[in-house]
């Protein structure tokens, strides 16, 4: 399995941006699509983002669409999550995941992080 570490996330303003990092080891993941997910306390984890393994094709929750940019550097083994025009409603944990297939749509999930916290004030 592919271990997959977080960072990044932090307190910020609302209408700040943040840039979270996931950064893999253990496996090369150019082979595997990835997703950013969150969870905010009492609400089930959500995927906010997902990415092919070459990176062609994206997919966005309809609550972050024209916000967020996932993107991944296959060379670094890492992938990225640019978030701008934060909303208080975006706090959540972050978690970075690799799934099992090149595809985000057909793939289980393989690994998880340990998630970063992200908070947003108003």
């Known amino acids: 399995q592919v271990q997959l570490v977080e960072s990044g996330g932090g307190l910020v303003q609302a209408g700040g941006s943040l840039r979270l990092s996931c950064a893999a080891s253990g496996r090369i993941i150019s082979s595997y699509a990835m997703g950013w997910f969150r969870q905010a306390p009492g609400k089930e984890r959500d995927r906010v983002a997902a990415?092919?393994?070459?990176?062609?094709?994206?997919h966005y929750a309809d609550a972050v669409k024209g916000r967020f940019t996932i993107s991944r550097d296959n060379a670094k083994n890492t992938v990225y999550l640019q978030m701008n025009s934060l909303k208080p409603e975006d706090t959540a944990v972050y978690y970075c995941?690799?799934?099992?297939?090149?595809?985000?749509?057909?793939?289980?999930?393989?690994?998880w992080g340990q998630g970063t916290q992200v908070t947003v004030s108003s």
């Open positions: 990415i092919t393994s070459s990176g062609g094709s994206t």
């Open positions: 995941a690799a799934y099992w297939s090149i595809l985000y749509s057909v793939g289980s999930i393989m690994s």
